[in-house]
């Protein structure tokens, strides 16, 4: 048995993690709440790219620009519209509202798409590569690279940026920030947005990769969880350093212990950091 093609499709899974639970954790840790919708928005983004490439044939790598900003602008207008009259509320107030819009994106989804399974059949794959009999599926390899990628251009603006700066400054302290001039409820705002971008393109890379069905949306929830809490909550590197853990872990779990019992391993090695390790690997303040 090929150890290392395990952990090749390990971190391929892993890097598609990272982006999944990037957007999450940056809401988690700049807002401090439990944002339920992030699973549907990242369905959302699969569909934008599956109907992309159904009606006017564009591949996933290239709609996921459009996916992000069109998701990227909805959690614009929800995160203005609703959660900043709630943001500041106990945690029951904005977990209760985020998990009644969660419900209603993923009913509406089912409405107009069905809950049936949908495939992004690529016309021309990129196929597969062999090195020292190792497989390396292209596809997967440049989702992974596409998602790590856009974690890397949400960080460099996070610390280069003007906006970025701001995002950190009202993370570290909400009253500071406030006094020294930075608009608290449009910085949640713009934070949020980058979070929909992330879950977007992150459900466009998916779309290659898994089945795209309104009801995954749960799933994807489930896995940014573990991972935010793998990594460090709040922390962008530390949802690498999560996604990665959790590709590694679902890709031998399922090696050792068959596939349907993967995830299973997870959350037991999430049970045990929470007990020795509440943090997580890499939780700390900042980005």
């Given amino acids: ?114 809950a049936d399974f949908r495939t992004v059949v690529l016309e021309h794959p990129l196929g597969t590569a062999s090195f020292g009999g190792v497989f390396i599926p292209l596809d997967r390899m440049v989702a992974m690279l596409l998602a790590l990628a856009m974690i890397g251009v949400v960080y460099a603006g996070l610390r280069l940026s003007r906006i970025g700066r701001a995002i950190v400054a009202v993370r570290a302290d909400r009253e500071a920030a406030s006094l020294m001039g930075v608009d608290v409820a449009r910085t949640y705002s713009v934070t949020f947005a980058i979070s929909a971008m992330l879950a977007a393109a992150a459900g466009s890379l998916m779309s290659v990769v898994f089945p795209i069905s309104p009801t995954t949306g749960h799933l994807f929830l489930g896995k940014a969880f573990v991972i935010c809490v793998l990594g460090g909550i709040g922390s962008i590197g530390g949802a690498v350093v999560g996604g990665m853990t959790l590709g590694l872990l679902e890709s031998f779990g399922g090696l050792l212990f068959g596939p349907e019992h993967a995830l299973t391993i997870a959350f037991v090695l999430l049970i045990v950091l929470l007990v020795f390790r509440p943090q997580g690997l890499m939780g700390k303040k900042g980005f």
Avoid at 19 to 43: E, K, Q, R, T, Y
Avoid at 63 to 83: D, E, K, W
Avoid at 92 to 108: P, Q, R, Y
Wanted: aromatic share 14%; net charge neutral.
């Fill in 1 to 114: 048995m090929n150890h290392f093609q395990f952990a090749l499709n390990g971190l391929f899974l892993g890097g598609l993690y990272a982006c999944i639970a990037a957007g999450f954790s940056l809401v988690w840790g700049v807002l401090h709440i439990i944002n339920m919708l992030h699973g549907a928005l990242i369905v959302l983004g699969a569909y934008v790219a599956f109907y992309g490439h159904e009606w006017f044939g564009i591949h996933p790598f290239v709609s996921m620009l459009a996916a992000g900003l069109i998701v990227g602008a909805f959690g614009y207008l929800v995160q203005t519209g609703l959660i900043n009259r709630v943001v500041t509320k106990p945690v029951l107030v904005t977990l209760t509202l985020t998990f009644g819009l969660d419900l209603i994106l993923i009913n509406a989804m089912l409405l107009a798409f069905s």
